[in-house]
């Protein structure tokens, strides 16, 4: 079965610093990866994905993730955060025995940004 | 010209009630998916529709009992509510062999259950 692990509950960083969140999974076969962002109160808003090709994929908002087969993590990267990135950012890998997808999700990251 | 909604945004209710929430989507596809998060943020799927049928049951208590009555809409019933109920449930949707199954998320319904 999938799984998807955050190691960092939280993470803060200054505004106008670089971001690396961290994602590892676990799948059989070639992941479909996402992340998703989650802003207080608010539903959850698609970043980025990544099937398959390139291995660098850009997103919005300027973030982009890094497929890493041989380590098993799908981290996302934001070369200057702003005050308005202050969110939760969860990971999440679909996988299918069905020929259904399903979603699973990691724990979650909370980003807080500093001034 | 929400792709996603669902109603009601909050839900106050005392134990032993009977609830649903109702979700919508514009967006064509032809599966829709519940999900749970938890007081922990955890985000957990709870079921799947594929035009109309269930297709993804994750063992969840039969007190919640899920009814699609056509592609578009996925509404979610939930009989003799306990405290553990109380979370945000999060309506998707996604079609099939477009956009390789990229789940489009509601902005969540958010459940107390006093």
């Known amino acids: 079965a999938q799984s998807v692990t955050q190691p960092d509950i939280h993470i803060t960083v200054s505004e106008g610093a670089s971001l690396e969140l961290r994602c590892n999974y676990s799948y059989g076969a070639t992941p479909y990866l996402f992340w998703y962002v989650q802003s207080p109160g608010q539903g959850l808003q698609l970043l980025l994905k990544y099937f398959s090709g390139d291995t660098l994929v850009q997103g919005i908002k300027g973030f982009e993730a890094e497929f890493k087969r041989s380590q098993s993590s799908f981290n996302l990267r934001k070369p200057s955060v702003h005050w308005s990135d202050a969110a939760e950012y969860f990971c999440?890998?679909?996988?299918?025995?069905?020929?259904?997808?399903?979603?699973?999700f990691g724990t979650g990251t909370r980003l807080l940004v500093s001034p | 010209d929400t792709a996603v909604s669902q109603t009601p945004k909050y839900l106050v209710t005392q134990m032993g009630n009977d609830k649903s929430i109702k979700c919508e989507q514009n967006?064509?596809?032809?599966?829709m998916y519940w999900y749970k998060q938890d007081s922990k943020k955890f985000l957990k799927i709870m079921f799947s529709y594929n035009n109309k049928e269930l297709i993804i049951n994750e063992t969840v208590p039969n007190r919640f009992s899920p009814k699609s009555p056509d592609k578009a809409h996925l509404n979610l019933h939930i009989n003799s509510l306990e405290l553990g109920d109380s979370a945000v449930y999060f309506c998707?949707?996604?079609?099939?062999?477009?956009?390789?199954?990229?789940?489009?998320f509601g902005p969540g319904t958010r459940l107390l259950v006093l």
């Open positions: 999440a890998v679909g996988g299918s025995n069905t020929g259904f997808q399903k979603l699973v």
């Open positions: 998707a949707s996604s079609q099939a062999g477009l956009d390789q199954e990229t789940q489009y």
């Open positions: 967006l064509g596809h032809d599966t």
